[in-house]
């Protein structure tokens, strides 16, 4: 598993998914101080920002599924037969 040039690919690549959720999360903390201030352009910026949000969150749970189908796939395959 450690000389697993692929097993290396999917450890990083596990990463991308993970940013675009932590992005999410950040975007949504920009929209909930957003929504605090009571004006019209605060309220654009609230809904711009959870769009986004949104956005990133499906994007990110997308790569997620993909990225541990990818694994579950390749730890059945190429690990079938040894696992180490
Ligand atoms: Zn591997």
Known sequence: MLDCTTCQWIKWSAGIPLVLLFGAGGFLILAQAAVVQDNAAAVLLDLYLATW????????????????????????????????
Do not use: D, Q
């Open 53 to 84: 949000a949104y956005m990133l969150a499906v994007a990110g749970a997308a790569l997620l599924t993909g990225w541990w189908l990818w694994k579950s796939f390749h730890t059945r395959t190429a690990h079938a037969l040894r696992p180490y």
